[in-house]
Every structure is written in structure tokens, then in C-alpha cells.
């Protein structure tokens, strides 16, 4: 993702980055593939140390030859796959890494344009501290944490929202794992609130303008709302911490370690290309091509 930006520099799809999800599942399906839309994998079924199938949560078994999961391994290894076909390594190495931070965002649609709000840029990164230890410390907690990165999609697309009107959209991260530990059914609502309404004041007080009054629609989405629709743990939006002993260098260079499951290939951001769109899709074609050379290799062709 740091190289796409900087070496090519940052594009912004016509359809959003959604229309790259529709182009690549149009391509696949041309290509004889075949999607299906809200299914969960309940089971990835190992045998004799490979996978060969999955279990759907109405019961049904997909038998098959490989398996590519984009679940993550923290799903795989925790809940997805019978724990006596787990090797030893790869339950030591999920018990060392620490996850990502966890995203809280707004999705705004303003009733002005982008230049009557005085929104001049496309992305803002708003911080406490240029300190980014101090600034890590901070975002452990909801009282601490006022950082936030935004973005206001019409100054790089300006036909994104009817005339007269924009969207922003606005992502606070949440280092450590106890920022949201205190919730109850009973508190969230106004907990997820009271925080929304914070990174909207420090939007305007960074910036310098007024939106609160001309926010038409509002979406919150919490650590829980990515907890629950995407099964990320903890409500991590980025895998697994890329720091320390587990960057990107040395995930590139232990990725081959370790007794694995045969025939088990992982694509997405949790690997070793670490988190962003960009190494999501680089990892589903080096797994897809890590599959064909193993089908070749088994059937002895040079
Ligand atoms: C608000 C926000 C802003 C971001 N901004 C950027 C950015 O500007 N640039 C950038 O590069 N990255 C950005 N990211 C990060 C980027 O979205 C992620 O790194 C990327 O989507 C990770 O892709 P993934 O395929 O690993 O996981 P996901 O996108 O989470 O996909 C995993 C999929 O698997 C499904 N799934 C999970 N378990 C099962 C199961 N058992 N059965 C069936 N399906 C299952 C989930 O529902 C989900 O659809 C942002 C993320 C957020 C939330």
C-alpha cells in the first residue's frame, strides 16, 4: 500500500472502491467461477492433515481440493478448524502476534457541498501529538483518544453525491484491547454516541468548519459493528500489529516456516503482505498461483 502511494500514486475508482470488488467478481464469474452471496463457512474440514472441504452454517459440505479462506487465521485457528488438526506452530505463532488497532467510524452525508462547508481537502489525519508513541498511548481509551483520519470523497470525486451536498467520512483507531471493555447492551448506544459527537467537534475544531447542523444522514460504525459484520476480532480492521517482531520484513521472511495444513492457503490482509486493499488483492493471486503450482507439482508436470 506505502509503495502504490508513493511510487504510483493514490487513484480514486469512478464506482468506489466497491466497483473493484464488482470488476474482479464479473471477471471470475465470466470465467466460469461461481460466488455465493451470504453464506458462512462454519468448518474448513481437514483430513489427514489437508484441507479438503468446508462446512456451511446450514449444514451443507463443500467437498474440494483446496481451500483459499479470507477469513482470518485468527478465525481459522480459534473457531473455523477442529483444534487437533491445527500444527503445533501455527497455534504458537496466532499466540504471539497481537492485533491491529480497531476502527470506529462516521459515515456523514451533509446537506452543503464540500466547498460552502470549506472542506478544501480530500484527507485530513488529525492528531493529538506528532509523538507517535504518546499518540498510541492516548488511543488505548475512549477518554484519550482524539485522533481520527477523514475524508471527504467529492474533492476527489465531485459527482459522488447529489449537487449541493457531500459525504465525509471520518475513522478514529483504537490501539490495545480494552478501549471498549467496558460496554454493556445497556450502555453502548449512548457510549458509541457520545464518542461519535466528540470526533465530529474535533473535525470542526481542526478545520474550522460547522457540519453538525448540516448533517443529513449518519451511519456509526463501532469495534463491535466490525466485530459483527465481518467477524473481525476485536473489532480490528487492520490484522494482526505490524510492528516489532511481526512487520512486514520478518513476515515475509518466516511466512515458509512451520509445519502447515496441506492444501490451506490464506488470502488478506492478516498475512504477509500485511494490512490495505492493495496486499487483499496481491495475496489472493499469490495464493490462487501457490494453488495452480502445487496442482501442477502433484500431478509431476515440470
Ligand atoms: C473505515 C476503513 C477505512 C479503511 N481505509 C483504507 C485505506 O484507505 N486504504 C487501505 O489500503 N485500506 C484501508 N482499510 C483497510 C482495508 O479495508 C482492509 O485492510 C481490507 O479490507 C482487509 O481485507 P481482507 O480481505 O483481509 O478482510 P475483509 O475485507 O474483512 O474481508 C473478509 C471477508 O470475509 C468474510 N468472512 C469472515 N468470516 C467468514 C466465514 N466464516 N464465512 C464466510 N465469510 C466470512 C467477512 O464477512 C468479510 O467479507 C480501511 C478499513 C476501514 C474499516
Known sequence: MFKSYIIDGPVIPKTRSHGISSAILER?????????????????????????GVELDNGDIVDCDYVISNSSPYNMYTKLIDGRNIPKYQIKKLNSVKLAPKGFSLFLGLDKS????????HSYFIY??????????????????NM????????GLPDCSP???????????FTGDNAWDDITEENYVAAKREFADRMISNFEKATGTKIREHIEEIEIASPVTY????????GTIYGFENTGSYGIVSRVATDAMGKKINHLYYAGGYGSKSLGYSPSYTTGYEAAAAVLKNIEKEAGVK
Open 227 to 234: 466485530a459483527r459484520y465481518l467477524d473481525a476480532p476485536n
Open 114 to 121: 464540500a466547498e460552502e462547508l470549506g472542506i478544501k481537502n
Open 148 to 155: 481520527q483520519a477523514a475524508v471527504c470523497l467529492n474533492n
Open 163 to 173: 449537487e449541493g451536498t457531500c459525504i465525509l467520512y471520518i475513522t478514529a483507531l
Open 128 to 145: 493529538d501529538t506528532a509523538d507517535t508513541a504518546k499518540q498510541s498511548q492516548l488511543t488505548r481509551s475512549r477518554a484519550g483518544n
Open 28 to 52: 471470475f464469474e465470466e470465467l466460469g467461477g461461481e460466488a455465493w452471496m451470504s453464506t458462512t463457512v462454519k468448518k474448513i474440514i481437514v483430513r489427514d492433515g489437508t484441507a479438503c
